[in-house]
């Protein structure tokens, strides 16, 4: 059984930084994609970035050259390293596992979810 245990999440001044991490359950980090997706207050969910077996690498606009995802194999665990924050990155993070179908962004179609973790930025 898969599961995704995130965990980092909290508040953070504007411009400051911030490190999820994620912890998977039955499932290899280093043979799934894996990625975050955000939902932003009164909006839906949207993909953040995400990192494929193969280690390519893809971001959402919005957080490209600010946000940088990596996975520790050996800890079956995932990052994601948000630096530079803003007012808008105020959001309920989840980190998603490829598999089962699901919501697709990025090549990747994500089955699996976490809970998810708040990320709060105050201005």
């Known amino acids: 059984q898969v599961a995704l245990q995130e965990s980092g999440g909290g508040s953070v001044q504007t411009g400051g930084s911030l490190r999820l991490s994620c912890k998977a359950y039955g499932l290899p980090t280093s043979q799934t994609c894996m990625g975050w997706f955000r939902q932003r207050p009164g909006e839906e969910r949207e993909g953040v970035a995400n990192?494929?077996?193969?280690?390519?690498?893809y971001y959402s606009d919005a957080v490209k050259g600010r946000f940088t995802i990596s996975r520790d194999n050996a800890a079956n665990t995932v990052y994601l390293q948000m630096d530079s924050v803003e007012p808008g990155d105020t959001a309920m993070y989840f980190c998603?596992?490829?598999?089962?179908?699901?919501?697709?962004?990025?090549?990747?179609?994500?089955?699996?979810w976490g809970q998810g973790t708040q990320v709060t930025v105050a201005s």
């Open positions: 990192i494929q077996s193969v280690g390519t690498i």
């Open positions: 998603v596992a490829a598999g089962g179908g699901g919501t697709y962004f990025a090549n990747c179609r994500f089955g699996n």
